[in-house]
T-cell receptor, first 113, second 112 residues
Framework: DGGITQSPKYLFRKEGQNVTLSCEQN?????MYWYRQDPGQGLRLIYY???????QKGDIAEGYSVSREKKESFPLTVTSAQKNPTAFYLC????????????FGPGTRLTVT | GESVGLHLPTLSVQEGDNSIINCAYS??????FIWYKQESGKGPQFIID?????DKRQGQRVTVLLNKTVKHLSLQIAATQPGDSAVYFC???????????FGPGTRLSVLP
């Protein structure tokens, strides 16, 4: 059963702690993405990766870090430097970048108190 | 449920009626567009896409219209059903851009 998985669905952390969100895909897609979604706003791109061992900052990369050591995995770390980390985080993958449909995971809701 | 979309514009339609959801896109160079459906607490699901060399594309119960002159995209859902209740948003991309730009979305509410 192919697709994208994100875990956990809900995550709670204390302020000042780093937290890593998991994203795995078995679609053999080259490109992977992380988005943040806040109420009343469209998806905003945090980081993306077009190929293993390479990634680029998106529009709101400050306070986040990623790695792409394997094609199927693209974990996102929300660091203590992120000023407003509470949000819904979505991971996506696609066969390529421009002009290719993105397939989304189910999302992780992060709450930092 | 997920609080995404609390302050979005809302379209309410009667079950069985047709729905039209609109999207104004920003980049005149955009040449590929997608409509996504997002149910509460879930990731977006692909509905239909269209390239800029077309002005209309039909799927199962859905039609996307593209007006490049006014940079406008619409999604028409025929015979709207309760299961169509969700947030719908458009995304645009161009061959010159690396990534999609997503609109804020519209909440569709289907009334019994």
């Amino acid at each position: 059963d192919g697709g994208i998985t994100q875990s956990p669905k809900y995550l709670f952390r204390k302020e000042g702690q780093n937290v890593t969100l998991s994203c795995e895909q078995n679609l053999n897609h080259d490109a992977m993405y992380w988005y943040r979604q806040d109420p009343g706003q469209g998806l905003r791109l945090i980081y993306y990766s077009q190929i293993v061992n390479d990634f680029q900052k998106g529009d709101i990369a400050e306070g986040y870090s990623v790695s792409r050591e394997k094609k199927e995995s693209f974990p996102l770390t929300v660091t203590s430097a992120q000023k407003n980390p509470t949000a819904f985080y979505l991971c996506a993958s696609s066969p390529g970048t421009a002009s290719y449909e993105q397939y989304f995971g189910p999302g992780t809701r992060l709450t930092v108190t | 449920g997920e609080s995404v979309g609390l302050h979005l514009p809302t379209l309410s339609v009667q079950e069985g009626d047709n729905s039209i959801i609109n999207c104004a896109y920003s980049n005149s160079a955009s040449d590929y567009f997608i409509w996504y459906k997002q149910e509460s607490g879930k990731g977006p699901q692909f509905i239909i896409d269209i390239r800029s060399n077309m002005d209309k594309r039909q799927g199962q119960r859905v039609t996307v219209l593209l007006n490049k002159t006014v940079k406008h995209l619409s999604l028409q859902i025929a015979a709207t059903q309760p299961g169509d209740s969700a947030v719908y948003f458009c995304a645009e991309n161009s061959n010159y851009g690396q990534n999609f730009v997503f609109g804020p979305g519209t909440r569709l509410s289907v009334l019994p």
